[in-house]
């Protein structure tokens, strides 16, 4: 196994960052396909729709093309929130990442790298507007090579957020994590977090039947 390290993110890190960060995402658009294939909702669009058009036009053939039709629309739905999220990232606090999480102590953002390459990133920035009196963080943009699955660089990349957030006197880490990401999941809850909610981003989210399990980590005293 190639050893890894942790580091924060350098100027020079970017063009690996921002593939990672925009592969690592559109990555999950098949899962979220399959994911709205199962809903009962898209049962219903599939059958019903190419049966009524069967007996408005009595063309079996119009029929039949109905169905790849309904699914060519189904992939471009659950595209759209991804696409929609990476653009609106690179507009925002991916436009410039320095700027964004290494200009303040109470944000940061970090890469693992391993052979001389970054293999990993998160990031992590205050909450603004919670309750009076506790300090949240937010973990983001939590990535992982493929090739580098199983090697424990999630783990240690979420314990590197954990331990700012004890350093800088955070009271609580949240994360939100699409339903069907099941390893990011298990990392999250072996690592302590606890599923608060589920609940739709945006109605982008809702429209593709994927909602997000949000967590919690209660940051312990370092007193």
């Known amino acids: 196994m190639a050893p890894y390290h942790i580091r924060k993110y350098q100027d020079q890190d970017r063009e690996a960052v921002m593939d990672m960060f925009i592969q690592g995402l559109l990555g999950h658009i098949p899962s979220g396909f399959f994911h709205l294939l199962k809903k009962p909702r898209s049962f219903l669009l599939l ?29 471009l739905a659950v595209r759209y929130p991804f696409n929609w999220y990476v653009d609106n990232a690179l507009h925002t606090d991916m436009r410039d990442i320095r700027k964004s999480y290494l200009s303040d102590r109470g944000s940061c953002f970090w890469v693992a790298e391993s052979e001389g390459k970054v293999v990993g990133t ?14 949240r963080l937010e973990l983001l943009h939590l990535r992982v090579r493929p090739e580098q699955w199983g090697k424990g660089i999630a783990k240690s990349l979420t314990q590197t957020v954990l331990q700012f957030a004890q350093d800088q006197g955070y009271d609580v880490v949240g994360v939100n994590v699409l339903c069907y990401n099941y390893p990011a999941q298990r990392v999250y809850e072996q690592m302590g977090f606890w599923k608060t909610h589920v609940a739709f981003d945006s109605l982008k989210w809702r429209v593709v039947a994927i909602p997000f399990f949000y967590y919690e980590y209660s940051v312990p005293s370092s007193l």
């Open 47 to 75: 059958l019903g729709g190419p049966g009524a058009l069967y007996f408005a036009s009595g063309s079996l053939l119009l029929s039949l093309l109905a169905f790849p039709g309904i699914l060519a629309l189904l992939w």
């Open 122 to 135: 998160v990031c992590a920035c205050p909450v603004q507007g919670v309750s009076e009196g506790q300090k």
